[in-house]
Every structure is written in structure tokens, then in C-alpha cells.
């Protein structure tokens, strides 16, 4: 049975332990099919990234073998704890703007939410309860 590697090595034109007549995918001019050469790189491409968090799988039967496709999110990335309202709102004016909710990327994510009473601006009340939810 081929591993995703072997799979890929297959694809690309690599060796594997595979015999050459176990290959129907095979075109007549001896060369490998693009559609394998793009599995191959997909397996390898999916093998490599299995450092990332929240990963799923799932194995399918091929004519060469199991081929097994893991996919994956992004860590998350680091913004800190969130900053004092009076940072934000720059302009003391007692609110925070969607420009300057720009400054906090999670904020500026969530300001729909945050703005609970939808006037287009976050309160420090508003503030206060959108950092206990998060």
C-alpha cells in the first residue's frame, strides 16, 4: 500500500516500490497523468503542514493506494490582552471609532458586535463588556 510520500514520489516521477505495470493511470508515452502529479503534490504538500493546530483527516482508496488528506487551520495569531479603552479612543472623545478599533485587530474583528447599540461607535460600557466575553 502507498503512503501519502510514496504517493507523491509516485506523482512526481520518483521511485517507489510500486512495479510499473501498477501504474493504469499511466499515459502510453510512459509519463504520469497531471491529474496524479497534482494528488501527489497535494499529499505532499498536506503531510507537511501536520505541525498545525485543529488538523482532520481523511483516507480515500486510489488505483495507486490509501491516500490520506489532512487539512488545517492557522495558529491564531497573538494580539495580547486588549488595550485600556483610553488608548483606542485617542481622541477622548468617549468612544471608539471603527478607525480607531483599527489599532486592536480583535476588536476591530468583533466591532459589529461590540457596538450593541449599532450607533457606529463602542462605548467604554460596551468596551467593558466585549473584553468579559472574550
Request: proline residues 9%; contains cysteine.
Amino acid at each position: 500500500m502507498a503512503t501519502p510520500t510514496s504517493l507523491a514520489l509516485i506523482a512526481i516521477g520518483g521511485s517507489s516500490c510500486a512495479p510499473r505495470h501498477a501504474l493504469p493511470h499511466e499515459q502510453p508515452d510512459g509519463g504520469h497523468s497531471m491529474y496524479t502529479r497534482l494528488i501527489g503534490l497535494l499529499a505532499l504538500a498536506v503531510s507537511s503542514t501536520s505541525f498545525a493546530q485543529d488538523i482532520s483527516s481523511a483516507q480515500y482508496q486510489t488505483p495507486q493506494g490509501e491516500l490520506l488528506v489532512r487539512t488545517s487551520q492557522p495558529a491564531a495569531h497573538d494580539y495580547g490582552p486588549p488595550p485600556p479603552f483610553a488608548q483606542l479612543d485617542a481622541t477622548h472623545a468617549g468612544f471608539i471609532t471603527a478607525a480607531q478599533a483599527d489599532h486592536y485587530p480583535p476588536l476591530a474583528n468583533d466591532f459589529i458586535q461590540a457596538d450593541r447599540n449599532r450607533d457606529g461607535r463602542i462605548s467604554k460600557a460596551e468596551y467593558e463588556r466585549w473584553i468579559h466575553q472574550h
